[in-house]
């Protein structure tokens, strides 16, 4: 997608979030967002 | 087996085979459900079949592995829904369009979630990942069962007359309609996998593992890191890696003049 707008110096992270977390790197916490179409639930 | 032979199948068995189309269509296979069921309203305005019958075994079985699917979701968070979406045959679209979907219109989309293949197998676990109350989950998922079971045999009954025909017509071709159905079936499940396969090798080529990204944050380069994951995403996992920029894909468009395009970027998702 972003290639397509002329930024190609681009590099997708293998595995995603989820590598980096199961390989214990520090991560930092972000405040949840606020989604209203799911008020009721438990984001 | 040709068409009409099919055909005295449903008729017998509709309460067990429909169900079972259904299900195969819950988890990502794509099995004729709609065309059975049309053919079983038609079969029904002849008073050949139980139309309550039918629909209730599509609604006990269908809610029962969405239940199942929910309570995944629930138990097991953003893994079931990645693990789901392998099976169908855009996986990264199906992500997306789902939880854009869910992001919009919450629980609801369980109404319309049925219409849509790519939607009915993701929906549950989604639903349970956001811990949407069970019994919420079970009135609109029942509800959208019922909806799209119920229209699809309501066309099916009212234009009993046409369907006859056209499975009597398709049905005089013998053998040789099935298998041009089958083999274009199979050519577009093959040109969706060959098409993804291409695109993952390009991808793989590009990629960058976590450890070489630690390394570089830690020898002060400078890369700029952004975190793509939608709001849903961001709810489920709410962790960053350290130095990131989160940019929700939905507003990547409204932001792309904040990219910087001379450094290295490192992108990542759920």
């Not at chain 2, 079985?61 to 239940?67: G, I, N, P, R, W």
């Not at chain 2, 676990?125 to 029942?142: C, S």
């Not at chain 2, 570089?216 to 995403?233: C, N, P, S, Y």
Request: hydrophobic share 55%.
């Amino acid at each position: 997608m972003l290639r397509r707008r002329g930024i190609t110096r681009v590099r997708p992270l293998a595995g995603g979030l989820a590598k980096w977390m199961a390989l214990g790197f520090p991560v930092r916490e972000l405040d949840t967002p606020a989604i209203p179409a799911l008020e009721g639930s438990r984001p | 087996m040709d068409l009409t032979d099919s055909v005295h199948w449903l008729e017998r068995y509709s309460a067990v085979i429909v169900p079972v189309l259904v299900v195969a269509e819950q988890i990502g296979i794509p099995l004729p459900a709609v065309p059975a069921l049309l053919v079983v309203g038609a079969l029904a305005a002849q008073g050949r079949v139980s139309l309550l019958l039918v629909i209730g075994a599509i609604a006990v079985t269908a809610l029962s592995v969405d239940l199942v699917w929910h309570e995944l979701g629930r138990r097991r968070g953003a893994r079931v829904l990645a693990g789901l979406c392998r099976l169908t045959l855009e996986p990264d679209v199906c992500v997306r369009r789902t939880e854009n979907l869910f992001l919009r219109h919450g629980v609801r989309a369980l109404l319309v979630a049925k219409f849509l293949a790519w939607l009915t197998t993701v929906m549950p676990p989604l639903a349970g990942i956001f811990g949407v109350p069970r019994l919420r989950f079970v009135l609109y998922d029942l509800a959208g069962i019922v909806l799209w079971a119920s229209l699809w045999a309501a066309i099916g009954y009212i234009f009993s007359g046409a369907i006859d025909e056209v499975v009597r017509r398709i049905g005089a071709l013998g053998r040789s309609a099935g298998l041009a159905v089958a083999g274009i079936l199979v050519g577009y499940v093959v040109l969706k996998i060959l098409r993804r396969s291409l695109f993952l090798r390009r991808l793989r080529i590009a990629r960058i593992s976590p450890e070489d990204v630690k390394l570089k944050l830690e020898a002060g380069e400078d890369v700029v890191i952004l975190d793509l994951r939608t709001a849903l995403d961001v709810a489920a996992t709410p962790y960053a890696i350290p130095d990131s920029r989160w940019i929700s894909a939905e507003a990547l468009d409204a932001h792309l003049s904040d990219i910087p395009r001379d450094r290295e970027l490192i992108l990542y998702c759920s």
